[in-house]
């Protein structure tokens, strides 16, 4: 009986095999490729624009990520450039102007209470832990001016009328 392969044949497959599993294991790499950073925006319900001394607005927002990474963390902060009021979370934390707080749900409510007579106007800052850190901004105006008719504010910074039926 012959044999099916001879020593050449035998050695050349053996070099073969060992060369496919060379570069096969080169070729790998050890860094996996996480992604540690998702975009992300807070959408709001419709805000009404005036309000007195006072009063108080509810402000439903809703945190939407396009990805979820497990470490991502999240802060809220706000300014208030024109005007005088409070802001509080939907827990009863109120929050001062200028620092960071923890936001630890994506859904959640702020409460702004109007504090004086004038125009106010508030800036809510959202960021997270990313590097760099990814910012995101709300801007909401109020006046007490007494007009007819009523309107709110969209996250977007659009005003639309609000009609009331009888």
């Known amino acids: 009986m012959k044999p099916i392969m001879n020593k050449k044949g035998l050695f050349a497959l ?3 095999l060992m060369g496919m599993t060379f570069s096969i294991l080169t070729s790998c790499s050890d860094d996996l490729d996480v992604q540690q950073s ?3 925006t807070v959408e709001t319900m419709p805000v009404p624009k005036r309000i007195v001394k006072g009063e108080t607005v509810e402000i439903r927002c809703e945190l939407k990520r396009e990805g979820r990474f497990s470490d991502a963390r999240y802060t809220i902060r706000y300014f208030q450039p024109d005007g005088e009021g409070k ?3 939907d827990d009863g934390m109120v929050l001062l102007p ?3 707080y923890p ?4 859904v959640f409510r702020l409460y702004y209470t109007s504090e004086c007579e004038d125009q106010q106007s508030i800036d809510i800052y959202f960021e997270d ?3 760099p850190a990814q910012l995101f901004q709300l801007t909401f105006d109020f006046n007490n001016e007494t007009e007819d008719e009523d309107t709110v504010v969209m ?3 659009e005003e639309l009328p609000v009609v009331v039926s009888q």
């Open 98 to 100: 200028n620092d960071r």
């Open 155 to 157: 996250s977007s910074g």
């Open 103 to 106: 936001l630890d749900r994506e």
């Open 129 to 131: 832990n990313s590097e």
């Open 87 to 89: 802001l509080r979370m």
């Open 38 to 40: 998702y975009p992300f």
């Open 14 to 16: 053996v070099c073969a």
